[in-house]
């Protein structure tokens, strides 16, 4: 029998008008690339997003057209992810720290019709000039005045293509399971592979979060989004803070320590989300100051490990460390790490082993592991495995695709992440590596985020990874790579100590490595793939 309600598509722009109407004092706070700081409301901002949905329409852009966007976290990215979704197009996020090669391939895949840009990152566009898609029509995010000189033709003004235009817009309906976003993944091997997000997961994923992460998405809180708007929708917080109420403080592109606590102690930041290094250089300029950025309480880390010296200085601080996990094919968000209620007065011990965990799963994805053959293994918290996933929020096949897409689904259908994972009996995830940088020694795994975990705990080190390198006798065995802190010079022989006290002797790295900077990716994780190509031949 089937059930007797109504059936509304779910859909983007229904957000900004929810949001305009119900918290049409929410603010949005940027940091702009003219210099100011700009602030507007949830009200202010449907009439803007309206307007520019009038422009894009005017300019011809027509369902299902990819328009690029290249820019930092700001109010006029923000109006173009509902604007874009909300006419029936894609918004296509582009990543600029990818390389040329990367965002030519990507432009070219994604046949992008359009492309607004920030001033920072005009001339990335401009040296792609004769690489781009023919026709593309580049935009700057700027008004008048500020018009850089350019040598690009038929460059418009983003101001220009709202101004005049009517503040009312009639959304059109839209089948909730047409494309809204589309977001590339770097990928450390072949061609990046696009997730085309769709207005029905977009919607899901923001009520999961409010519900998931309900801690900071509240009303009247703000919220400091450092993960990028050009990569996974910024943790979908465009999409879950006006529907929660939150107001959003934009950083622009002001990233490092100092910066960032200036802006979060003038707003009185209470939640800020982002990746560890990004924390890293806060907890600098905190300890730097003596103190915390005036509000601050909540910080939301994922994207890559959180160590357990990171949460610590947070918690011990009295800002509550929330540690999530998740990837670009699932919107991103897969599990986080606020501890239930039953566990809220365990001891200190126990609470920081469970908080460097990734948590359990939100609401709309189930999780399993799995070995080599696909056999399910049990959750007991041991034993690892492949970590596939599935549900509403997570990708059904790449972009245009066919044989990546080929690769990542289990007979079953699920999703293979390429993460290698722990799960335990009260459902806590532990990722312990990925599979492409296992280290697999003597037919055992060695997990070398445990391995970095305890390293990082060392005060000489600012950051470090742990590879595998090719040994004849073992097949592979790790090597410590350590960033040491400004004017620190930790020893070998205390950090094989270190490490020495926690893991048995056979997981021991065969050496350590002094490096001054690590390579980074460009989503801000340590780059593996170099560092492996680097140092293949180091054999201790
Ligand atoms: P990219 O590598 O292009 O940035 P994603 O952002 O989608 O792509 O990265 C997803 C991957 O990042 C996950 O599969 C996992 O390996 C890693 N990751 C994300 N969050 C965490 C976390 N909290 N702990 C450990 N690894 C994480």
Excluded at 444 to 456: A, K, P
Aim: aromatic share 8%; charged share 25%.
């Amino acid at each position: 029998m089937k059930g007797m309600m109504m059936h509304r598509p779910l859909n983007i722009a229904d957000l900004i008008t929810f949001a305009a109407e119900n918290h049409p004092q929410g603010e949005i706070v940027s940091v702009r690339t003219e210099g100011d700081i700009h602030r507007t409301t949830y009200a202010q901002t449907a009439g803007r997003i309206a307007q520019l949905a009038h422009g894009l329409k005017h300019l011809g852009i027509a369902r299902g057209d990819r328009i690029a966007t290249l820019a930092w976290n700001g109010y006029r990215h923000f109006e173009l992810y509902y604007a874009i979704s909300g006419i029936g197009a894609v918004c296509h996020t582009i990543n600029p720290r990818l390389s040329a090669e990367q965002m030519t391939y990507i432009f070219n895949h994604a046949k992008d019709r359009m492309l607004f840009v920030d001033t920072t990152f005009l001339p990335i566009v401009e040296n792609l000039r004769d690489l781009l898609p023919t026709g593309l029509k580049v935009v700057v995010l700027t008004e008048r005045a500020h018009m850089p000189d350019t040598t690009l033709e038929g460059v418009l003004c983003y101001e220009d293509v709202l101004d005049g235009e009517d503040t009312l817009f009639s959304w059109p309906e839209i089948a909730e399971d047409d494309a809204a976003g589309l977001c590339y993944t770097s990928g450390t091997t072949g061609n990046p592979k696009g997730t085309l997000y769709s207005h029905r997961s977009t919607v899901l994923h923001a009520l999961y979060t409010c519900v998931s992460i309900p801690r900071p998405l509240k009303a009247g809180n703000r919220i400091l989004p450092v993960v990028p708007l050009f990569h996974v929708n910024a943790w979908g917080l465009p999409y879950s803070a006006p529907l929660a109420g939150a107001s959003l403080i934009f950083p622009g592109g002001g990233l490092d320590g100092k910066s960032l606590f200036d802006l979060m102690d003038s707003e009185k930041v209470y939640s800020a989300w982002g990746v560890p290094t990004v924390w890293h250089g806060l907890l600098n300029e905190i300890g730097r100051r003596g103190r915390l950025p005036d509000g601050l309480k909540d910080i939301v880390v994922g994207g890559s490990a959180a160590t357990r010296s990171l949460i610590e200085d947070f918690e011990t601080r009295g800002v509550n460390v929330c540690h999530a996990w998740g990837m670009t094919e699932m919107s991103p968000l897969g599990t986080q790490c606020n501890l239930p209620s039953a566990l809220a007065d365990i001891p200190v011990e126990e609470r920081m082993q469970r908080k460097q965990s990734q948590g359990r799963r939100v609401f709309g994805v189930e999780m399993k592991i799995v070995d080599d053959a696909g056999r399910r293994l049990s959750h007991d918290g041991r034993t690892p495995g492949h970590l596939h996933v599935r549900g509403n929020t997570v990708t059904a096949g790449y972009y245009e695709d066919p044989e990546a897409s080929a690769k990542v689904f289990d007979d079953d259908g699920w999703f293979c992440t390429g993460d290698i994972a722990t799960i335990d009996s009260d459902g806590f995830l532990r990722i312990t590596d990925r599979s492409k940088d296992l280290i697999k020694s003597g037919g055992e795994w060695i997990s070398s985020l445990d391995l970095e975990n305890i390293v990082m705990s060392h005060e000489g080190v600012a950051n470090c990874a742990v590879i595998a390198v090719p040994d004849p006798k073992w097949e592979e065995r790790p090597l410590l790579i350590v960033q040491p802190r400004e004017d620190a010079q930790p020893q070998k022989e205390d950090l094989l100590s270190l490490l020495g006290s926690h893991v048995a002797k056979w997981q021991l790295p065969d050496d350590v490595v002094f490096v001054e900077e690590l390579p980074m990716t460009a989503t801000g994780k340590v780059s593996k793939l170099n560092l492996r190509k680097q140092f293949r031949e180091n054999r201790g």
